[in-house]
């Protein structure tokens, strides 16, 4: 067993970490300088974004060629030594699996196009239907139809991504044989994690039927589908699961609690955990990414106590983060950017940290990152922000209006460089980044070293992970759960009478709750705290400060 309980797995996005060689994106090499940093924090495992061959239309998610690195991030040399400082430091790799789609660069794209047989049979590729209309109805992830032109050819191909990422078509062996080799040749290199891609759509439902234009409906014809959990299982044991010590997660787009528990419980030999999103659409207007609004803070407790309670009765494994290269920073979703950043980001962090499964750090995330504060369009790269922000004018929301939209949800958010000083370039090149920073003189590591509590708060929370066993393996129960302001959980383990008892104030005003009877009148020892606060007598209620986060053994 790999202590899956114990591990805390951070992410880099190597274009924005550190840029050693001044092109203005980031390196492996960069990386590598940047080894003391995490090895500071004591992480277990580092995921990283695609640095495969890519022409980057989706910043590395359409790979191009599978076994190489891309030069604008480094060489095969650098990554082995990257692979081999990293197990000096005890710190796992994990690699970003992309084979839902590949680029259309890619030679076996090329190859489909040049009319070669075997190679056709790689893709989805469908004539128009009689009356000339497109093969079906289906929409893109990034906006528009998921059909484009196949060459010169009578034919389209399926594109649930950009045009340029053609979806691989899992139904045929050859495919599947292709991807487990790509994965077997990493293993070799001494990669021992894996994170899988949009991995449940890759079963389509062969017919590739029209929808009802009902976009959840939609989705059921490709999402978490029953083929998915016999091509995971076969994955696992062709490639990965021959490894007793690797650590696998699935992004899992729109999935179910009941397919999460079979995609990660470990007697069906499929992964070791999942990403599911629920929790970050809550800010979400009628389910719609592209709106501006304030999260709702009911339904992400009802959310986080639905699958942190089920997944642990069905014994599946969650991934708990609240970042990634894909969100906006969740201290600007979720917290406060102005005098209680530093306060409701350790709060943030205690909700997930303290829960069952395994956290993930996004970088930037243990100083306190916040979006950027960029005023034109020009500013953001992202072909899905910028194809939102034409679609929302197409719908006749003012310009003005489309941007703020864009501005609160853009995945450049987060994929702004990372502040490691704060000079004009934040500390990442000498050159004009690749994107800009804009609060590096407020946020960096530098002085958050010096002076900021974040980072420490940080380390506390990896230590508790990796020696409190009611937090590695305990069981999860929620309560309060109808308060207005605080998200509260108990850990406890079957064989033991001591429990772990979590508190998040997730609002600037302090606010008093009844505590169960079960626990009142008990004394009380503080595990981890965000203020200054000994150890309390429990009596009735127990008051909470902004933002506080309070962890108590009992
Ligand atoms: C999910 C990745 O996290 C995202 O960045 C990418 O655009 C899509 N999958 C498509 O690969």
């Given at each position: 067993m790999n202590n899956l309980g114990q591990k805390v797995i951070y992410q880099i996005y190597p274009k924005s970490?550190?840029?050693?060689?001044?092109?203005?994106i980031g390196d492996l090499p960069g990386i590598i300088q940047k080894l003391d940093y995490i090895k500071k924090l004591n992480v277990d495992m580092i995921w990283f974004n695609p640095f495969f061959?890519?022409?980057?239309?989706?910043n590395g998610y359409d790979?191009?060629?599978?076994y190489e690195i891309d030069s604008r991030f480094g060489t095969m040399a650098d990554f082995e030594e990257l692979v081999a400082k990293l197990k000096e430091i005890n710190v796992g790799v994990m690699l970003d699996m992309v084979f839902n789609h590949c680029s259309t660069d890619h030679e076996w794209f090329q190859k489909a196009l040049a009319g070669d047989e075997k190679y056709r049979k790689f893709f989805y590729l469908r004539k128009a239907?009689?009356?000339?209309?497109?093969?079906?109805n289906w929409q893109s992830k990034f906006g528009g139809s998921a059909w484009a032109k196949f060459?010169?050819?009578?034919y389209y191909y399926l594109h649930?991504?950009?045009?340029?990422q053609a979806d691989l078509d899992w139904h045929n062996p050859e495919v599947r044989k292709e991807i487990y080799r790509v994965i077997n040749f990493w293993r070799q290199k001494g990669v021992h994690g894996f994170r899988f891609d949009v991995?449940?759509?890759?079963?389509?439902?062969?017919?590739l039927i029209d929808s009802t234009g009902d976009i959840a409906q939609e989705k059921s014809l490709y999402?978490?589908?029953?083929?998915v959990h016999q091509y995971l299982k076969e994955m696992n044991q062709a490639s990965f699961?021959?490894?007793?010590n690797s650590i696998t997660v699935g992004e899992m787009s729109s999935t179910t609690i009941a397919n999460s528990i079979k995609y990660s419980?470990?007697?069906?030999?499929?992964?070791?955990m999942v990403f599911n999103f629920h929790h970050l659409k809550?800010?979400?207007?009628?389910?719609?990414?592209w709106t501006k609004a304030p999260f709702d803070f009911m339904k992400l407790k009802q959310l986080f106590t639905q699958w942190q309670e089920e997944m642990d009765q069905g014994a599946g494994w969650n991934a708990l983060f609240?970042?990634?290269?894909?969100?906006?920073w969740a201290l600007s979703r979720?917290?406060?950017?102005?005098?209680?950043r530093e306060k409701s980001a350790e709060m943030l962090a205690t909700t997930i940290h303290l829960m069952r499964g395994t956290p993930y750090i996004y970088m930037g995330e243990e100083i306190g990152m916040i979006d950027p504060d960029y005023?034109?369009?020009?500013s953001y790269i992202d072909v899905e922000c910028k194809n939102a922000f034409k679609e929302l004018q197409q719908k006749g929301i003012s310009e003005k209006q489309a941007f703020d939209i864009v501005k609160s949800k853009s995945r450049d958010n987060s994929r702004?460089?990372?502040?490691?000083?704060?000079s004009q370039y934040a500390g990442?090149?000498?050159?004009?980044?690749?994107l800009m920073p804009t609060d590096q003189d407020q946020i960096n590591v530098k002085d958050e070293l010096a002076h900021g509590e974040i980072f420490n708060y940080y380390q506390n929370l990896i230590k508790l992970r990796h020696n409190e066993e009611l937090i590695s393996d305990g069981h999860i129960r929620m309560f309060?759960?109808?308060?207005?302001?605080v998200l509260a959980y108990e850990r406890f383990l079957d064989d033991q009478p001591s429990k772990l008892l979590v508190f998040n104030n997730f609002y600037g005003q302090s606010h008093t709750v009844t505590l169960p009877k079960a626990f009142q009148k008990q004394a009380a020892q503080v595990?981890?705290?965000?203020?200054?606060q000994q150890d309390i007598n429990l009596q009735e209620t127990l008051t909470l400060r902004p933002y506080e986060a309070l962890a108590i053994k009992i």
């Open positions: 970490f550190y840029d050693s060689n001044n092109d203005g061959v890519s022409p980057q239309h989706d790979i191009a060629n599978y239907k009689p009356d000339g209309s497109l093969p079906n060459g010169d050819t009578d649930l991504y950009d045009p340029t991995i449940n759509v890759t079963g389509k439902d062969e017919r999402t978490d589908t029953p083929i699961g021959q490894d007793p419980n470990p007697n069906e030999h499929e992964l070791s809550v800010d979400y207007q009628n389910g719609e990414k609240w970042n990634n290269h894909d969100q906006p979720f917290g406060d950017t102005g005098i209680y005023s034109s369009i020009d702004v460089p990372m502040h490691w000083d704060s990442f090149s000498s050159v004009t980044p690749w309060l759960k109808d308060d207005p302001q595990v981890i705290s965000n203020y200054d």
